[in-house]
């Protein structure tokens, strides 16, 4: 039988992700503008690509 280690970077990355959400509710909405927020006070350059279409299964591809 295999057993399977948890990476800690891994496991420390999902508990700070999780904290995060709890601190919110895990309202998706109000971690995104937490983020935008977080991001427009750091004075760094953010680079904010269009939307892609979404692909159906049936497609197999998306086309530009």
């Known amino acids: 039988m295999q057993t399977t280690q948890i990476d800690p970077i891994i496991a ?19 971690i995104f503008r ?9 004075g760094r350059a953010y680079v904010r690509y269009p939307a892609r279409r979404a692909v159906s299964q049936s497609e197999g591809h998306a086309t530009p």
Do not use: C, N, P
């Open 34 to 42: 937490d983020i935008r927020s977080r991001q427009a006070a750091s």
């Open 12 to 30: 420390e990355v999902r508990a700070v992700r999780d904290d995060h959400a709890a601190r919110f509710g895990y309202d998706v909405e109000a």
